[in-house]
Structures are given as C-alpha cells and as structure tokens.
C-alpha cells in the first residue's frame, strides 16, 4: 500500500495530459497557420515554432488546467491551514479528515472560489510558458550550432543538446511552478486567502520559507521533464529534416 501511494493522483495526471496534449497538438498547427497568416514575412523556423507552441501550450493549459488544480489538492491533502509557520509540509497530516476522491476536491474548490477558484495559481503558468519556450528552443538550435555540421544529425548529439536546454530552462523558470503549486494548496479562510497574487507569493515565499524553497523539488523535476523534453526535442527536428522544412 505504502507503494501505491506514490500514484495516489496518477488516475488524476492521465486524464488531465491525454486532453492537454490533445488540445497542444491540435491547436499548435493552427496557431502556426495564422501566424503565417497574419505575418506572411514570418517563415517557417525557431521563432514561428517558439510562438505558436507558447500559443498551444496555453491553451492546452487553460483548458485542463482545472484538473492539474485538482491534482495537486489531492496529493497535498491540504486540510488544515498552519498560518503561523508557513510551512505547508506540516499541512499533509494535519489530524483532519482527508479530501476523498477527485470529486470531493473539485466540489470543495467550487465552494471555496466559485468558478475562479478552478484558476487560481494560473498566472505564474502563463507568464512562465513563452520565457520558457524561448529558452527551450532558443537554446536548443544555439546548441547546435556548436556540434561540427558533419555530426548534426546525430540523434545521441540532439538529445544531448535537447536535455541540456531543458535543464536550463527548467532551473530559470522553476521558481514559477514553485509559485503555483504553493498558491494552489493555499486554502481560504475567514481571513481570505494567503496569496492575494503571484508577486505576493513570490514575496512570502522567500521571506517566510526562505529563497532556496523556490527551487524544492527541482533535481525530481529533471529527472522527470528533462529526458521527455530532449526526446520531443529531437523527435520533432528529425521530423522536421525528413519533410526538408527549413530550419
């Protein structure tokens, strides 16, 4: 059992990424095509790409993002709220009872912000998705411009250029998940909620927690994103030179 409780919200994070990646792919094409579109000077290359998967990233994630709001409640099992400390480790055991089911979470979300409580922690989401995207393929084409021309279009090298561009967008823009999840778990009470915006989050966080609370959790977070992101880094221009796009 004890196990199994590291998938507690697995069930939660499928049906939330089977949508989201939906929403991403399908929209991403559309967004490139309007773009062009719109900007017809604007050619196919690093800067349509950075632009319309910022544009379906966000979509993606304004659309699920009730469900990874849900998600995060339901594996913190914030139940109780310790105002003094500010330390929300101490609010996963907290002597009450337990949100049980997704449903329940979602109904408690409802009752404690309405319709905008399903958004709350969005905004450090989407200022976070075009910085981040710039990084991740700004970097990612940088990068191989370094590799000898006779050796680009080996697929160990654009993985390995691909990890190390995640890894530096994902240290950059860190800090705003951090924000996110914290203003997600922040419960209201008679005296409102916690966090009034991100920038206050951001303040609390290092005044009360410390700076280095803004990166908990990130070496977790490199094994987990990292490899995905190099792989569809790497994917997508081996895609990209069998169709001869221009790069």
Known sequence: MKVLGGYTTNGVSIIRTLPHSIFQYVTYEQYQSFLQYKWPRVERGPLLDILASSAASATGFLC??????????????????????????KCIHSGHTAQRGVTNVFMTIYNQGGM??????????????????????????????WVPK????????????????????????????????????DIPNQ???????????????????????LYAGLCINYIKVVPSIAIGLTAFDVIDRQLHFPR
């Open 64 to 89: 699920t993002y009730p469900l990874d709001l849900a998600r995060t409640k339901y594996a913190y099992q914030v139940v109780d709220r310790h105002q003094s400390s500010g330390d929300y480790r």
């Open 116 to 145: 905008l409580g399903f958004y709350r922690g969005v905004g450090p989401t989407l200022g976070g998705i075009l910085p981040y995207n710039v990084i991740k393929f700004y970097g990612y084409e940088k990068l191989k411009r």
């Open 150 to 185: 006779e050796n680009r279009s080996s697929v160990a090298l654009n993985l390995s250029c691909g990890a190390l561009a995640a890894l530096i967008g994902q240290t950059v823009m860190y800090p705003l998940d951090v924000v996110r999840r914290q203003m997600q778990v």
């Open 191 to 213: 005296n409102g909620t916690r966090y009034k915006n991100s920038i206050e989050a951001f303040k609390s966080i290092i005044r009360n927690q410390g700076w280095r609370q």
